[in-house]
């Protein structure tokens, strides 16, 4: 007799869990779909009647997280995928969420720590690479900043964006030769990528070409003639070589 | 009895005419109220039907080129306008209309036009001569634009909008000195105007006193800290020293 009674107690107890663990998932899909009709608040509500139901839900965690992000709730948002990654150290999502609103707030340091976690995590993934050394660069460690570059570009030769930045260290330097190199490579894979032109000007007014600097930033003009950062750029070329007029022509424009 | 006729027949026709009048000043009203309601196509149908009406009704013609111009119809606007101006060539808002239609365009040189004839029309008014010098230079005629600052300085010669542009003119011309002695009076009237501190800088790099113009764009960045422009400008003189790790440090973050 005591044993059914144990057996209906464990049967209740078990169904209550899976209950709970049901509905927390089904609030979490629910506030998903509200999240793609951009209906934010109430998706945040949703989740947070999911993690009630579960507070283990990584997935729920990290999708609040994600919410907050996008109402600028940034601390909220922070909270959030930090209980995600006390749950799973190693949730490459709650990491990732981390770094970048970390990165939103401009607290690169702690943004760097969760974006060193993901390189740990998956040290084969370019863009975790790309990420670390891009966020060393903001923190003007332009030297740590090429090693992750380099773990980047040791993945992928070819890739663009690594490369673009691993010269924006070596102008750092004023290794002005080096980094025209690097970024006459980022051209020749993509002709449209206006940064590396802008780069491109930058390399060459350092080295005081200023003719040619100005025809870069013209490159980049030609692929985006709104660009302020590359129209402030010519300007001050244009005024280095004393054609006032034309340096003011752009500034009445930016 | 004819007599009383003739008198009833008079009466009709007045008020047939205060009718007819009526009835395209309704129109007009409702063509305003579906404007303020942003439904500018119905508008326009009612400010059509008001034009039917009377030809000669101006505010029809003037309220039809804002709708259209509203609805970025903007050479409809233009023949609207110039419907009002048929009616009335003195009539201002037409001429102000056409300015805005005609920017909108980049038709500078007849957005200058147009402005030149509300200056005409209201020469007592400071706004309109800025106004035409600030089309002026945006064709790049810095000469031309000097002589409408001047006379909107002849009205207020504090007007520090007016000396802005004037001391851009200078600048363009290669007149660095007039430029700064003018910018340094807008700085002892509006302390604030961190335009001014800008130019100030970029006139100082062109004369190669880069301390003396990281000073300029500290002050215009510290006015605001969110314009990205004297940041980038501060780069270049950074740059200029040969503080290239400093300035890629700006590089990287704006």
């Keep these: 007799m005591k044993s059914i009674l144990c057996f209906f107690i464990c049967i209740f107890i078990m169904s209550s869990f899976s209950f709970c663990q049901d509905a927390s998932i089904y609030y979490d899909n629910l506030a998903g779909k509200l999240v793609s009709a951009k209906n934010l608040s109430e998706a945040r509500d949703l989740f947070n009647k999911s993690l009630d139901q579960n507070p283990s839900n990584i997935d729920a965690w990290i999708h609040k997280g994600n919410a907050e992000k996008a109402l600028r709730n940034l601390n909220a948002s922070i909270q959030s995928f930090n209980r995600a990654t006390a749950l799973n150290s190693k949730n490459a999502p709650a990491w990732s969420g981390l770094a970048d609103v970390y990165s939103q707030k401009r607290d690169y340091a702690n943004a760097t720590t969760a974006a060193t976690q993901l390189t740990r995590l998956d040290p084969k993934n370019k863009a975790y690479w790309l990420n670390k050394g891009i966020l060393q660069q903001m923190q003007g460690d332009f030297d740590n900043a090429t090693l992750d570059l380099d773990r980047a570009i040791a993945i992928d030769a070819k890739y663009k964006d690594a490369l673009y930045r691993k010269a924006l260290s070596e102008l750092s330097a004023n290794k002005t030769d080096q980094a025209i190199e690097l970024l006459d490579q980022v051209i020749a894979i993509d002709g449209k990528y206006k940064l590396a032109y802008n780069a491109r000007g930058q390399a060459l007014e350092m080295q005081g070409d200023y003719k040619r600097a100005i025809a870069a930033y013209d490159r980049a003009l030609q692929i985006d003639a709104k660009w302020s950062l590359a129209l402030t750029n010519k300007m001050h070329a244009l005024l280095a070589t004393g054609r006032q007029k034309e340096a003011a022509d752009i500034l009445l424009r930016i | ?254």
């Design chain 2, 1 to 254: 009895m004819k007599r009383l006729m003739v008198v009833i027949s008079l009466c009709l026709i007045i008020l047939c005419t205060l009718c007819l009048a009526e009835e395209t000043d309704y129109y007009d009203w409702k063509g305003l109220k579906s404007y303020a309601a942003k439904n500018y196509t119905e508008s326009i149908v009612f400010f059509d039907r008001a034009i039917k009406q009377d030809p000669n009704y101006i505010d029809a013609w003037l309220h039809k080129g804002d709708a259209q111009r509203a609805i970025k119809d903007y050479n409809a606007s233009l023949q609207s306008y110039e419907g009002a101006l048929q009616v009335n060539n003195k009539t201002k808002a037409a001429w102000t209309g056409m300015i805005e239609a005609y920017i909108a365009l980049n038709n500078y040189p007849q957005a200058a036009e147009a402005a030149a004839k509300v200056t005409e029309i209201e020469p007592n008014r400071k706004e309109n001569w800025q106004k035409e010098g600030n089309l002026l230079q945006m064709q790049g005629d810095y000469e031309r634009a000097m002589a409408k600052y001047e006379g909107a300085l002849n009205l207020d010669p504090n007007y520090i909008d007016a000396l802005y542009r004037k001391a851009l003119s200078l600048m363009a011309q290669g007149n660095g000195n007039g430029a700064m002695s003018l910018l340094n009076r807008i700085l002892s009237i509006d302390p604030k105007y961190k335009a001014a501190y800008n130019v100030q800088g970029l006139i100082f790099e062109t004369e190669g006193k880069y301390a003396p113009a990281r000073e300029a764009y500290e002050n215009a960045s510290q006015i605001d800290p969110q314009w990205t422009q004297p940041r980038i400008n501060d780069m270049h003189s950074l740059q200029a020293l040969g503080r290239t790790d400093e300035a890629m440090r700006i590089f990287v973050t704006v």
